[in-house]
């Protein structure tokens, strides 16, 4: 009898045991699982906030995109048509004679408007002058009625004595 009470008494204790061990392994399960669905759930919502600031950003660029757009129209109106660009090279010349530089110009390639986005004719030019007056014939170039985007300018002083020469391209703009 205390055989078979001691052989009940560990079964008992066994399965209790057992019982216990597949419990704390489920709730470990469970618990795991949890914290992976946590983890998805904040990325998640990470990412809902950054495109609910990119779709904000893109209604605001939107709104201001479709103010400026008089603006464009205006600023095309101001450009001189692409016939007005013949006299573009003899107008850089006489700014150039007006500030004491010998200057060469040459016409290049040409992109065609297309769109909104104005179309422009690239150009070359060399000279030879002081540094101060090619500073004077960069301001006036500024001023000018034309609009032109300088892409590189090599300005190199000359051996032997103050003149420099410069070798510049860039592009101006039409309608």
């Not at 079964?11 to 209790?16: R, S, V």
């Amino acid at each position: 009898m205390i055989n078979s009470f001691k052989k009940q008494l560990l079964t008992q204790l066994g399965i209790a045991l057992g019982a216990v061990t597949l419990m704390i392994f489920a709730a470990q399960f469970i618990a795991g699982d949890l914290g992976a669905h946590a983890r998805k759930i904040l990325n998640q919502k990470s990412e809902l906030a950054f495109r609910t600031q990119a779709t904000g950003q893109l209604a605001t660029l939107k709104a201001d995109s479709d103010k400026a757009q008089p603006l464009f129209t205006a600023l095309n109106g101001a450009l001189p048509l692409k016939d007005d660009l013949i006299n573009f090279g003899q107008s850089l010349i006489l700014v150039a004679k007006n500030e004491k530089i010998d200057l060469g110009f040459n016409f290049g390639g040409e992109t065609a408007p297309k769109g909104d986005i104005p179309g422009f004719i690239r150009f070359s030019i060399t000279g030879s002058g002081s540094y101060e007056n090619f500073q004077k014939f960069l301001k006036d170039l500024e001023k000018s009625r034309y609009f032109v985007k300088l892409n590189s300018i090599d300005l190199t002083r000359q051996p032997g004595n103050t003149a420099y020469s410069i070798l510049a391209d860039g592009q101006v703009f039409y309608q």
